[in-house]
């Protein structure tokens, strides 16, 4: 019998092929009992938190972070499926429930209300409850349709806080953090309009408002929201899609002006190069403003010196200066534009921002330690990209799965089931497909195929991930309300509405204090009593 016959014949008998030969029943026991072993020596950690970090991949839903995870293996040069980003290591994982008090499927801006302040809020709002809609400028500003979030409790405790996002500073996920908003597109006063004629723009809050104004770390794009004239500066041409600020002022040089006369060191920055050139050592505030609208995507940003930061970097410095505060600090880190490849149906772009962002959380957590800073990777909502077919194991995630078994031509794994490229006509008696034959699908400006003809591709409705690590993160276990996330740290931290807990070393609950919520449940009883009183002893 010749060689090559008895290797097949023992691979037949084996019940093992050279594709599976690594794969078998004796590798996968191997890999489980592993993670079992990792899990049952996953003791909670109940220390408090001096330091938070949140990331916020915008769009970032679980099918995004299946096909990110696929997307790096294969520039790695493996299959793919089987590895996984940074973060998926992290001890504690749990879903969150996106939707908006308004809306089964949420926008950016009512989602950020509810894991940066603790309450959900409606469709595009900021900062407020469910009894603001979008518009009411009036509601937004009365006092008890809002409270004081994630910054300011920070702020409260003593610690230092710094925002950093690749979006506009003032776009709806930054701004949920500083800004009380009836519309999340009164970025600036050009945008207000008569509805919002009596409100504060959102670049000003930033820099007139607390908590805004107090931030020791500013970083992302947006100067056209907070610089007007722009064309008359070193930042020309201006953006023609962005709000233009029509009251002349340079709200970075207000800025700037306002800490300096304060005694403070400040830094306006807005290249690489000028936010190298800074001492952290010797500065109090920084601002770096990278773009007239947002920063650029990572495939297409200038790596020079006279270019933009990268998201790592920014989030690099951003710990560095905050972490001269002996009490601690709040960062938040946002990688917005997962987001808005994504609207635009184009999926590699979309992984490959994916991909940045999990370099920013592994370099916040590499700089950081487990033992005093709890990191924390969400996403505000999902959008509508799916994974389809049957592709076989190592197919490129973003080529063509296979042919479709009714019209014999091939189609993507990656699908929107709304977008752009509706490439589709009707042939008089059904529908014809485009034809991908030839077609690159893997270029970066190549547009998926979708399913319904949409101008801009919508979010997705679905769960979204959390990813822990660090104190109290064991407190995401299940699926949650987004509202809860912040509600967590307060915990875990001992800031808001948390601030006075005893409970810290054990899972028991304790009563909120700054919030005052308990206060005033107990005293309604009692309130209701004296308006009963004072009504029967009243003449009628």
């Known amino acids: 019998m010749a060689p090559l016959t008895v290797w097949v014949l023992a691979g037949c008998l084996l019940g093992v092929t050279s594709a599976q030969s690594t794969e078998d029943n004796v590798f996968w026991y191997r890999e489980a009992e592993g993670e079992l072993e990792e899990a049952l020596n996953n003791e909670p950690n109940r220390n408090q938190a001096k330091n938070i970090i949140v990331f916020i991949g915008d769009g970032m839903g679980i099918p995004t972070i299946t096909a990110a995870r696929i997307y790096k293996g294969q520039q790695q040069g493996k ?14 994982v749990a879903l969150s429930k996106t939707y908006n008090p308004d809306r089964q499927v949420p926008d950016s801006a009512g989602t950020a209300t509810a894991y940066w302040c603790g309450y959900k809020g409606n469709y595009e709002t900021l900062g407020v409850d469910a009894r603001v809609s979008a518009g009411q400028c009036t509601a937004s500003r ?11 409790w920070a702020q409260e405790a003593g610690k230092d806080t710094g925002i950093v996002t690749t979006t506009r500073i003032t776009h709806a996920t930054p701004a949920a953090l500083y800004a009380k908003s009836a519309h999340r597109n009164w970025e600036c006063d050009e945008k ?30 947006g100067r056209q929201n907070m610089i007007a ?28 002006s306002e800490k300096r006369s304060a005694g403070l060191s400040a830094k306006f920055v807005a290249t690489t190069e000028e936010l190298r050139s800074v001492n952290l050592s010797q500065t109090d505030h920084i601002m770096g403003l990278f773009g007239n609208s947002h920063t650029p995507y990572e495939d297409l940003r200038d790596k020079t010196l006279g270019g933009t930061p990268s998201l790592v970097e920014m989030t690099e410095t951003a710990i560095k200066l905050l972490s001269k505060n002996e009490k601690g600090f709040f960062l938040a880190v946002e990688g917005g534009r997962i987001d808005h490849a994504h609207h635009d149906t184009k999926a590699r772009r979309s992984l490959s921002e994916t991909l940045q962002f999990e370099e920013a959380v592994k370099r916040a957590h590499q700089l950081t330690s487990d033992q005093d800073t ?4 969400t996403a505000d909502h999902s959008h509508v990209m799916t994974i389809q077919g049957y592709p076989v194991r190592g197919k490129d995630i973003l080529g063509a799965s296979e042919k479709s078994r009714d019209d014999g031509m091939p189609y993507t794994t990656l699908f929107y089931s709304n977008g752009p490229n509706w490439n589709v006509s009707w042939n008089g008696s059904h529908v014809v497909r485009g034809d991908l034959n030839g077609v690159d699908t893997t270029a970066w400006e190549y547009t998926q195929p979708s399913g319904l003809k949409f101008k801009e591709e919508t979010h997705g409705g679905e769960d979204v991930a959390i990813y822990a690590t660090g104190p109290w993160s064991h407190l995401f276990h299940g699926v949650h309300e987004q509202s809860y996330i912040p509600h967590v740290i307060s915990h875990a931290a001992r800031i808001g509405p948390r601030a006075d807990c005893k409970a810290l070393k054990s899972d028991q609950a304790c009563a909120f204090s700054s919030a005052g919520l308990s206060t005033r449940l107990q005293a309604a009883p009692l309130a ?8 029967l002893v009243r003449p009628h």
Not at 211 to 217: N, T
Not at 528 to 535: G, I, M, R, Y
């Open 79 to 92: 299959n793919g499926e089987e590895g996984h980003l940074y973060f998926e290591k992290f001890p504690h």
């Open 374 to 377: 709890l990191i924390v990777v």
């Open 528 to 535: 209701l009593l004296l308006l009963l009183v004072s009504w």
């Open 142 to 152: 009365v006092k008890r349709n809002s409270r004081p979030c994630l910054m300011e």
């Open 192 to 221: 207000l309009g008569e509805r919002g004629r009596d409100c504060v723009d959102i670049a000003r809050q930033l820099v007139e408002n607390a908590p805004g104004k107090l931030a020791k770390v500013i970083f992302g794009g």
């Open 229 to 256: 004239n722009l064309n008359n500066t070193r930042f020309a041409p201006e953006n023609p899609s962005a709000c233009k600020r029509q009251d002349g002022r340079d709200l970075t040089q207000d800025w700037l």
